[in-house]
Every structure is written in structure tokens, then in C-alpha cells.
């Protein structure tokens, strides 16, 4: 099981996530979802593209 990151494109928030071999992100320490009420399919994991657009965004 693979440690990644992915966005909510809900809350727009990044969390540090677990991707099973299933091909799904699950947040870390949460059973489903987002904290802000969002069903896991609004999670998407990051890919590096999208880590060099939040860092765009943040400066
Ligand atoms: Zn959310």
C-alpha cells in the first residue's frame, strides 16, 4: 500500500492519503471521505502536476 497525497475538489483541501491496490485514494485516519462531508469519489490523488499548480497557487 502506497502513501500519496490528494485533493478534495470540494474543500480544495490536500491530505495525506493511502492508495490501495484497488486504485482508490482513502484519506489517512478517516474510514471515508473527506472531513468536510465529501464522498471519497471527490478525492483524487495528486500527481505531480497538480503539486506544481498548488505550489503556483501558494506563492
Ligand atoms: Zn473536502
Redesign the pocket.
Known sequence: MNRTLCR?H????VYAARKPDDGSVQIIGTESG?????ESS?LSEMTGDSVDELGDRAS
Open positions: 478534495c470540494e474543500c480544495n483541501s473527506c472531513p468536510c462531508g465529501s471527490a
